[in-house]
């Protein structure tokens, strides 16, 4: 089991950049990886359902992207801090949501879909304004 945790999220003017962590988290003295998993990044606001933003599956080194990020975003692992970052740059109010890091297995026709995702983390907010 891993417990995803984000962090990085704040407030920024549009045009604006942030970069999102995700940290596989446990009880202490275990040692917690994301190895063998997919890890994706979605959004979310109010009354709507949540929205795919990024997957890095970490095998075949394919990464994925929702359309209303490409060009924009960038989702990339750190090794040595066991992490999966997103890079989000140009940022646009529409961005504004709670954004949230899960951790699963998915097939590679269902990576878009969170209901693939076995753990998720808290959430972290970001804010863009106009």
């Not at 009880?27 to 997957?55: I, L, M, N």
């Not at 899960?102 to 907010?125: F, L, N, V």
Request: charged share 15%.
């Amino acid at each position: 089991q891993v417990q995803p945790a984000e962090s990085g999220g704040g407030v920024v003017q549009a045009g604006g950049s942030l970069r999102l962590s995700c940290t596989a988290s446990g009880h202490a003295g275990s040692a917690y990886t994301f190895s063998g998993y997919t890890v994706a990044w979605f959004r979310q606001v109010p009354g709507k359902e949540r929205e795919f933003v990024a997957a890095n599956p970490g095998t075949h080194g394919n990464v994925y992207y929702g359309e209303s990020v490409k060009g924009r975003f960038t989702i990339s692992k750190d090794g040595a801090k066991n992490a999966v970052n997103l890079q989000m740059n140009n940022l646009v109010p529409e961005d504004t949501a709670v954004y949230y890091c899960g951790a699963g297995r998915p097939k590679t026709s269902a990576i878009r879909d969170p209901q693939m995702y076995y753990y998720w983390g808290q959430g972290t907010q970001v804010t863009v304004s106009s």
